[in-house]
């Protein structure tokens, strides 16, 4: 056995002997004699072995060189481009793969993209070897050699649609149906070549999960056409990475479009008796009160916005700070609400509240849909997400529990015109104020000055709804 031989018996590496001597002879000459064939089949197995990954989530921008085989998920459309100081025009076509590790861009040029049109077709195996780079939509490669490998299979599935459970980073040409579950404005930001840009963001959900929307410059304006419950698909989307989570993005070639459809988002709601400092959690619930919308100075001289709410559910209730643009949500006591990504920190007073920045997703839920996750439901509702388990779309808006709209009214409820004496914590300083008991809320008109988690007594008359008080101490 050759000293050739013997190295290539040692590399674990899917290249024939044939290849091998061919890289070896290379390798010699490349050196001018200053190494043997033993030394340069010892070099040239150091750089395969460098080169071949485990799976296509190890491949990474910093690479001279990957070797992977992946299935062919999506075949995108030939571009042709001006080279500078060059008569023939450019070729690329961009062609999504994957194996059970992740998915992938890798770039077909030239001669590559002009083959793809007459020979690649989706779900087809290819062993490809490339430059990985980092690209505008994640880790691309750059395709220097492909084969088709009929022998080897991948188990990962072709589709149409995606689900949000089925998003990894990298994935493009996504098309994606699901719930608009929050929106947010237009945004303007300059370029770095002094152009303008635009930005806005929407919260789709489907069964199985929820993600975050960015939508780019002429897509962005799309952001004011859509209002929750919504029923929407993505097309042609791109997943990227923020701050830990995946998103997935629009661009100028993708779109978003209403569509004719049954989606159901089902939440994830930990019981508000159940929640703890330092975690990020989705809660729904009730509001039992809601203050006024309070503005202040940040340190760098810009003017933020924040609205405290109190949510109950069956187990217990929370206040929940609303931040920048969620403090201008139209939602006040009565209303369903499902809060996804809230951070849980410590309140006033040692109590626990609930931060909705800009991470978190805040949906209004139809109140008519449900009855709510009152405090006085039974033990059917002692998850916490009674009335609140589930949001679905398709024209209805949210899907919630059976409606008690025809319930007998409560007996125990003030007639209009009778004068009560309430006891209770206030929970709303504003006008009106808002005492709870525990069990009831009471707006009270009145002109005494309180503070929040003060315990008043108010008595006075009912009047539309409203207790206008005569005595407050």
Do not use: C
């Amino acid at each position: 056995m050759s000293d050739i031989e013997g190295v290539y018996e040692d590399l674990e590496a899917d290249v024939s002997l044939e290849e091998f001597r061919e890289a070896v002879e290379e390798k010699v000459e490349q050196m001018g004699g200053l190494a043997d064939e033993e030394t340069a089949a010892m070099l040239i197995a150091h750089e395969i072995g460098e080169s071949e990954v485990g799976g296509v989530a190890d491949v990474e921008p910093g690479m001279e060189e990957a070797k992977f085989v992946a299935k062919v998920i999506d075949i995108g459309e030939l571009r042709t481009f001006e080279r500078d100081g060059e008569d023939e025009d450019g070729r690329v076509v961009n062609v999504e793969v994957a194996d059970e590790t992740g998915s992938i861009r890798a770039a077909f040029w030239d001669d590559h993209a002009e083959a793809t049109r007459e020979e690649l077709e989706e779900g087809q195996v290819l062993r490809i070897k490339g430059r990985p780079k980092e690209g505008f939509s994640g880790v691309e490669v750059s395709v220097d050699e492909v084969e088709p490998d009929p022998d080897t299979e991948i188990d990962v599935q072709v589709s149409d649609t995606h689900t949000v459970e089925a998003l990894s980073l990298g994935l493009s040409s996504v098309n994606l149906v699901g719930v608009v579950l929050d929106t947010d404005s237009v945004r303007t930001f300059d370029r770095d070549d002094g152009s303008e840009g635009k930005v806005a963001n929407l919260v789709v959900g489907d069964s199985t999960g929820r993600v975050r929307v960015t939508m780019w410059d002429e897509r962005a304006e799309q952001v004011t056409e859509f209002e929750t419950g919504d029923t929407v698909e993505v097309v042609d989307g791109y997943v990227r990475e923020r701050d830990g989570s995946l998103e997935l993005h629009v661009g100028n070639r993708g779109a978003i479009e209403p569509v004719d459809a049954e989606v159901e988002y089902v939440p994830d709601n930990t019981p508000i008796e159940d929640l703890e400092i330092g975690e990020t959690v989705d809660i729904a619930g009730v509001v039992r009160s809601a203050d006024p919308k309070r503005t202040f100075d940040r340190d760098d001289g810009s003017e933020g916005q924040v609205r405290n709410i109190r949510v109950q559910d069956a187990t217990g209730d929370i206040r929940v700070a609303l931040w920048g643009e969620k403090a201008d949500l139209d939602v006040g006591p009565g209303d369903e609400v499902a809060l996804a990504d809230v951070e849980i920190q410590d309140g006033w007073q040692d109590d626990l509240e609930a931060s909705a920045g800009w991470q978190a997703t805040v949906t209004v839920l139809d109140s008519e849909a449900g009855t709510g996750a009152d405090a006085n439901d039974d033990a059917d509702g002692a998850d916490g997400n009674a009335g609140l388990s589930s949001f679905a779309a398709g024209g209805d808006g949210a899907s919630t529990a059976e409606d008690d709209s025809s319930a007998d009214a409560d007996p125990d409820e003030p007639e209009p015109g009778e004068e009560i004496e309430f006891t209770g914590v206030v929970v709303q300083a504003g006008d009106p104020i808002v005492l709870d008991d525990g069990e009831t809320t009471m707006s009270v008109a009145t002109d005494v000055d309180v503070g929040l988690g003060e315990e008043v007594t108010a008595r006075g008359t009912v009047r539309n709804d409203r207790l206008e008080a005569n005595d407050v101490f």
